[in-house]
């Protein structure tokens, strides 16, 4: 299957600092999502994207669709305790309908 | 508008037993996703019904089956389960199977 490199695999940041984590694949993907998981519960769709080069806001949260349709991006501007969590990419290409996911970058935000 | 429901939230089984777990789509949408989480890991694909038919599955052998009924609901069943089935299973509904998938907060299986 579809192997995803989601990095860093973890981060420990002050509060206020800004945030930076990607997602690569073997594979040009035409969607890409960014989703939020708090522990025991189910992910939170935070962006979609659907186009190479698309950038996408949600509040302080900005996600990028790569040019070279194998990777994305996701940015947090100002980081608050309420962001801490692990944050998924989730990318499908146009040959089928599975979305497949990267391992998560788990976010600690030190007040 | 009602999001994704699923049912039961826990559930302990021991080796060699069925379990069937059940998710209510988010109103609208009409087709729904099962995923497999680990832990530490992201979700996995199980399969997708669309129109009551498995409309594309993952790498899971046969004792993992599904149903989805007319009014979109759906339900996951794993016979003679295994230890390594313990995990996290995720429902997700969308329209037509493309774009957004609207995840419920999982079923929690543990195998002993």
């Known amino acids: 299957g579809q192997q995803l490199n989601q990095s860093p695999q973890s981060m420990f940041i002050q509060e206020g600092e800004d945030v930076s984590m990607n997602c690569t694949s073997s594979?040009?993907?035409?969607?890409w999502l960014w989703y939020k998981q708090e522990p025991g519960e189910g992910p939170v769709l935070l962006i979609a994207l659907y186009k190479a080069g698309e950038l996408t806001s949600n509040g302080r949260l900005t996600a990028q669709f790569g040019i070279t349709r194998k990777d994305s991006f996701l940015n947090i501007s100002a980081s608050i305790p309420s962001d801490v969590g692990i944050y998924f990419c989730a990318g499908q290409t146009n040959t089928g309908n599975q979305f497949y996911f990267g391992t998560g970058t788990s976010l600690t935000v030190i007040p | 508008e009602t999001g994704v429901t699923q049912s039961p939230t826990h559930l302990i089984k021991t080796r060699g037993q069925q379990v069937t777990l059940r998710c209510s789509s988010q109103s609208g949408h009409n087709t729904v996703s099962w995923y497999q989480q680990a832990l530490g890991q992201g979700p996995q694909f199980i399969f997708q019904?669309?129109?009551?038919?498995?409309?594309g599955r993952g790498n899971f052998p046969p004792r993992f089956s599904g149903l989805q009924f007319p009014n979109y609901s759906s339900e996951l069943n794993v016979n003679a389960l295994e230890l390594d089935d313990s995990a996290l299973y995720l429902c997700a509904s969308s329209s037509d199977g493309l774009g957004e998938l609207f995840f419920g907060e999982g079923s929690r299986l543990t195998v002993l």
């Open positions: 594979s040009i993907f035409n969607t």
């Open positions: 019904y669309y129109r009551e038919e498995e409309n």
